[in-house]
């Protein structure tokens, strides 16, 4: 690391009156306007991008946390000071909080160059936050760290746990298939989600939180502690002081989040059984330091990384149980002779040296597994290639039916999510426990947005049959928190007219796992020939983000950011 430099505080980036001086006297003069006082005013500044939202639950524990943030800067000999950016609340957005991760992102990025800062906290957790501001922060270029809510403790329902998500789509199939009666599923639906954080279960935000925590952005093993356990407040109060630590270094996210943290961050991934969301964000926040990642590589470490992780929607256990076995040091340990150990974090330690310190209790077993007793011998994702999808798909292996990863099945298409909504549950439906359902036109690009509407529901006259799990494809995604044999996030998408747009209800599909394909069983004349009769693109009207983003949103595979914000970026020319 280089010699540290002076700070430059309050006269970071003067506002261009075309006269320095009087820029730096009037910033002091709006600023004591605030009651703060010289000495205040003369010391480095820690920005604290700050995300609470009434529409973003994960978060409503931020107040505390701030404050503990606070202390630690201030303890530090720093002046911190809060500015806001977007919030993302994953099920108060429409169409989906994924169409409005970028718009974060940018807002992250230009409001920490724009402000005098001399150094960052992130403050997230719910599932986009958390990419949209690493994504932000390797772009804006001065030292960060991340601090997030940490996940939810349980609830309780007549004798078990629940934990959101996972239970509540559980209980949902049975209240689908009969099995819950209206009384009951209402009375699950104030059990789910019972204290502040994110899900409680190896989720996306779970999984982010662990990705970086795994590139070196957060204080070391902070990623699981609980939202309510005492402990988050300790780790909110070491990060305002890590933030203050890191004011004149070198430590910018883009020196950090390399190439060799990001294959770490994907072992990670897979030893965790993590989010098939995961993939999508990680590719983003790569792509903002110039790094691209290859799918066969992926497949490749999932053949060779174990799954460790004994979590649901997979397992047995929660985040909660996840912390106390260990968390993610636990893990590291579980697969360092497959990590790049040279890897540093926001500490400016090595992963080396983080894994010399011993742990302060023994690992919990029963949730984190040792590396010669897996939860699985292979990697819980993998990436799919094939003419459905030449670009790539991805199936969380570790989540689907055994005896389904090896299929062909006759396709039942749906054209939209609103023939989805139409058709699924009708009981004149023409389709069986065999075939396989397919969604097309809700990738990035589609109106819809890729939601999370990848985990398509079982028919409701199957659902009533006992009929639990089917292979379905889409372009789409689908939550963290669900399971089952699902092909998500098929490239090229049906709205760029990718193969997926041509399947046709009846033709062939055939999935297989262990040859990491999936193939349209139909020749390629009659593609050819579909191809030429698809309908032109209904030209709509669009302005603002919307245009924004429907002109320069990427594929899944490239992880949907904006093409002009990706550091391959050439620029436009002037």
């Given at each position: 690391?280089?010699?540290?430099?002076?700070?430059?505080?309050?006269?970071?980036?003067?506002?261009?009156?075309?006269?320095?001086?009087?820029?730096?006297?009037?910033?002091?003069?709006?600023?004591?306007?605030?009651?703060?006082?010289?000495?205040?005013?003369?010391?480095?500044?820690?920005?604290?991008?700050?995300?609470?939202?009434?529409?973003?639950?994960?978060?409503?524990?931020?107040?505390?946390?701030?404050?503990?943030?606070?202390?630690?800067?201030?303890?530090?000999?720093?002046?911190?000071?809060?500015?806001?950016?977007?919030?993302?609340?994953?099920?108060?957005?429409?169409?989906t909080s994924m169409n409005f991760r970028n718009l974060m992102a940018m807002d992250v990025e230009e409001m920490i160059r724009a402000?005098?800062?001399?150094?960052?906290?992130?403050?997230?957790?719910?599932?986009?936050?958390?990419?949209?501001?690493?994504?932000?922060?390797?772009?804006?270029?001065?030292?960060?760290?991340?601090?997030?809510?940490?996940?939810?403790?349980?609830?309780?329902?007549?004798?078990?746990?629940?934990?959101?998500?996972?239970?509540?789509?559980?209980?949902?199939?049975?209240?689908?298939?009969?099995?819950?009666?209206?009384?009951?599923?209402?009375?699950?639906?104030?059990?789910?989600?019972?204290?502040?954080?994110?899900?409680?279960?190896?989720?996306?935000?779970?999984?982010?939180?662990?990705?970086?925590?795994?590139?070196?952005?957060?204080?070391?093993?902070?990623?699981?502690?609980?939202?309510?356990?005492?402990?988050?407040?300790?780790?909110?109060?070491?990060?305002?002081?890590?933030?203050?630590?890191?004011?004149?270094?070198?430590?910018?996210?883009?020196?950090?989040?390399?190439?060799?943290?990001?294959?770490?961050?994907?072992?990670?991934?897979?030893?965790?059984?993590?989010?098939?969301?995961?993939?999508?964000?990680?590719?983003?926040?790569?792509?903002?330091?110039?790094?691209?990642?290859?799918?066969?590589?992926?497949?490749?470490?999932?053949?060779?990384?174990?799954?460790?992780?004994?979590?649901?929607?997979?397992?047995?256990?929660?985040?909660?149980?996840?912390?106390?076995?260990?968390?993610?040091?636990?893990?590291?340990?579980?697969?360092?002779?497959?990590?790049?150990?040279?890897?540093?974090?926001?500490?400016?330690?090595?992963?080396?040296?983080?894994?010399?310190?011993?742990?302060?209790?023994?690992?919990?077993?029963?949730?984190?597994?040792?590396?010669?007793?897996?939860?699985?011998?292979?990697?819980?994702?993998?990436?799919?290639?094939?003419?459905?999808?030449?670009?790539?798909?991805?199936?969380?292996?570790?989540?689907?039916?055994?005896?389904?990863?090896?299929?062909?099945?006759?396709?039942?298409?749906?054209?939209?999510?609103?023939?989805?909504?139409?058709?699924?549950?009708?009981?004149?439906?023409?389709?069986?426990?065999?075939?396989?359902?397919?969604?097309?036109?809700?990738?990035?690009?589609s109106p819809a947005g890729m939601p999370e509407a990848g985990y398509l529901p079982i028919p409701k006259k199957l659902a009533r049959?006992?009929?639990?799990?089917?292979?379905?494809?889409?372009?789409?995604?689908?939550?963290?928190?669900?399971?089952?044999?699902?092909?998500?996030?098929?490239?090229?998408?049906?709205?760029?007219?990718?193969?997926?747009?041509?399947?046709?209800?009846?033709?062939?599909?055939?999935?297989?796992?262990?040859?990491?394909?999936?193939?349209?069983?139909?020749?390629?004349?009659?593609?050819?020939?579909?191809?030429?009769?698809?309908?032109?693109?209904?030209?709509?009207?669009?302005?603002?983000?919307?245009?924004?983003?429907?002109?320069?949103?990427?594929?899944?595979?490239?992880?949907?950011?904006?093409?002009?914000?990706?550091?391959?970026?050439?620029?436009?020319?002037?």
């Open positions: 690391m280089s010699e540290r430099k002076p700070h430059a505080g309050l006269t970071g980036g003067l506002t261009n009156y075309g006269d320095t001086d009087f820029a730096r006297y009037l910033r002091r003069s709006f600023a004591k306007s605030m009651g703060y006082t010289d000495a205040a005013l003369d010391k480095p500044i820690v920005g604290i991008c700050y995300t609470e939202s009434g529409f973003n639950n994960c978060h409503r524990d931020f107040p505390q946390m701030l404050e503990a943030v606070k202390r630690g800067v201030l303890a530090s000999g720093a002046l911190p000071v809060v500015f806001p950016v977007i919030s993302l609340g994953e099920v108060f957005l429409s169409p402000q005098p800062m001399d150094s960052v906290v992130l403050m997230g957790g719910c599932d986009k936050t958390v990419p949209a501001l690493l994504m932000g922060a390797a772009s804006a270029g001065k030292p960060a760290v991340l601090l997030v809510s940490g996940p939810m403790m349980t609830g309780r329902h007549r004798g078990e746990r629940l934990g959101a998500c996972t239970d509540c789509r559980r209980f949902w199939a049975r209240y689908r298939g009969g099995d819950v009666d209206e009384a009951e599923i209402n009375q699950v639906e104030g059990r789910l989600a019972v204290t502040s954080g994110t899900c409680a279960v190896m989720g996306t935000a779970s999984t982010m939180a662990l990705i970086a925590d795994t590139l070196g952005m957060m204080l070391p093993n902070s990623s699981a502690i609980p939202s309510v356990h005492a402990d988050r407040l300790r780790a909110a109060e070491e990060t305002g002081a890590l933030a203050a630590s890191l004011v004149g270094t070198d430590r910018t996210p883009d020196t950090l989040m390399t190439p060799a943290a990001i294959e770490n961050a994907l072992r990670v991934l897979l030893a965790v059984s993590g989010s098939t969301n995961a993939i999508v964000h990680l590719a983003a926040i790569a792509g903002r330091v110039g790094v691209d990642i290859d799918l066969d590589a992926f497949n490749r470490l999932s053949d060779e990384t174990p799954v460790l992780v004994n979590l649901k929607p997979v397992g047995d256990g929660y985040m909660e149980d996840f912390n106390t076995a260990g968390g993610l040091d636990a893990v590291l340990r579980g697969i360092a002779d497959k990590l790049n150990l040279e890897t540093r974090d926001v500490t400016g330690q090595t992963l080396r040296e983080r894994l010399a310190r011993p742990l302060p209790d023994p690992i919990d077993t029963r949730f984190i597994r040792p590396p010669n007793d897996p939860v699985e011998p292979v990697g819980g994702l993998i990436a799919l290639h094939g003419n459905l999808a030449p670009g790539g798909a991805i199936l969380k292996r570790a989540a689907a039916t055994p005896r389904l990863l090896e299929h062909e099945g006759r396709a039942v298409v749906f054209t939209s999510l609103e023939d989805l909504a139409a058709r699924i549950d009708d009981p004149d439906l023409d389709v069986t426990a065999d075939d396989v359902l397919v969604l097309q036109h809700a990738g990035p690009k049959q006992g009929v639990k799990d089917m292979v379905r494809i889409s372009d789409a995604r689908m939550s963290g928190t669900a399971f089952g044999t699902v092909v998500l996030h098929v490239t090229p998408e049906a709205a760029d007219g990718g193969p997926l747009a041509l399947v046709l209800t009846g033709d062939r599909i055939r999935l297989s796992a262990s040859r990491k394909s999936i193939e349209l069983l139909v020749s390629e004349q009659e593609l050819a020939v579909r191809r030429a009769n698809l309908p032109a693109d209904k030209a709509g009207s669009q302005r603002g983000y919307k245009w924004l983003y429907g002109r320069h949103v990427g594929n899944a595979t490239s992880g949907c950011d904006f093409d002009f914000l990706r550091r391959d970026w050439p620029g436009e020319p002037v």
